[in-house]
């Protein structure tokens, strides 16, 4: 486990203020694992616990009874997620799902483990609250999404932001995967991604939306 | 401000483990005030603090740039608002605003006050976390809400939740509040609630909806 000691150190700030016991008590307990795109790492029901993602990429989502779904968060490289461990997080009512969208190595810290971590030592207790206060950060870019923004702005940031991330214009994405991303119906986002194909700003192909004009949807996505 | 003494041991979950000082400081630092139904109390620029109600009903919310709201939660007797001292938590990135709905009596106390206490006491930093994670067990409720459920679910919840809050079926809102809580435009509002009163749900009148048949809407509000 010691070749994951510089990632531990970079990606848990509260580390150097851990004693020589809670070090070696973090470390004996940290397991490894490798998922495969599109697996499922959280699925709500059990209490995984901490995730600190080494490679790949994560979706963090929600899902309602009728299957419908809306992304929160992605998590990357050097990434912490602590609401994979909500059941040692009083007040969290919720339950979100992790799943891996590539090809993702991450280590698992048990809830337990960081739990006591938390109760012994004020450092890891000011690092909960903060990634707590991260994640209410993202889910209130949702809110404001969501509620502020009409579909072809949002429709337009996702995109933008996605070849963002991949650092390509040309995205191997679904219409059904983008809905699911989005929180709405693949109709929707098949009749928008139409429209803008007619404006020239994207060309559609099998399995892939190639952006065509990144200035147009820039455009798009700040009109009011 | 020593008349405050019981109803703060009461809110404040910490206080047992503040040393003398400690004690002395908080109270000495605490403001009370008043405020009129409607009046804003925190609008997002400032770092108001810690909000401490001691009696009446206060909303949180968001504004988008063209003016349009949604309410994230409400606060009754004995609730703490943590979000009107954002500037004090690294990695919030959103303005909340905070006003009365009713006339009501809070304390405030400077985000300051309360930074210094969280970084001296791991209890303080610990309820720190605990009603993030509250707040953000809040706003995923609206997401949830937003995302998964139609319009007219929404409004039937909505509408009972009040008469709950309320203790009455004749509520005294106007369209344009209902609309501003839940994030649409009043016209939305109008419509769903004329459907409603067609159904013989509800019964409207200048200023007020008055629930006529609590379990239709109670059926309306659990459809999928």
């Known amino acids: 486990m010691n070749s994951n ?14 004693d020589a016991n809670q070090k ?43 299957g419908k779904e809306i992304t929160l968060f992605q998590l990357f490289e050097g990434d912490v997620c602590i609401l994979s461990s909500s059941c040692i997080m009083r007040n969290i009512t919720f339950d979100i799902q992790v799943e891996a969208e590539k090809n993702s190595e991450i280590l ?22 903060e990634i707590t ?17 009409s579909m072809d702005k949002r429709l337009a940031n996702f995109l933008l932001e996605q070849a963002s991330v991949e650092g390509v214009d040309e995205l191997s994405i679904t219409h059904d995967v983008i809905a699911r991303h989005m929180g709405t119906a693949r109709e929707v986002i098949s009749r928008m991604l139409k429209y803008f ?12 939306v190639t ?4 200035k147009g949807l820039m455009g798009i996505s700040k009109t009011d």
Chains 1, 2 share one sequence.
């Open 5 to 18: 000691l510089n990632f531990i150190k970079e990606v848990l700030p509260f580390w150097n203020a851990l």
């Open 24 to 66: 070696r008590f973090l470390l004996d307990k940290l397991t490894e694992r490798c998922f495969i795109g599109g697996q499922s790492i959280h699925d709500g029901e059990e209490c995984t616990g901490l995730i600190l993602v080494k490679s790949g990429q994560l979706r963090s989502f929600i899902l309602s009874e009728s």
């Open 108 to 129: 698992i810290m048990p809830a337990s483990v960081f739990k006591r971590l938390s109760d012994e030592n004020p450092a890891v207790k000011g690092f909960q609250a």
């Open 133 to 149: 206060a991260a994640r209410l950060s993202d889910v209130m870019w949702v809110v404001e999404q969501v509620v502020f923004m």
């Open 197 to 208: 194909e007619n404006e020239g700003l994207v060309i559609l192909s099998r399995g892939k």
């Open 211 to 214: 952006i065509v004009d990144r």
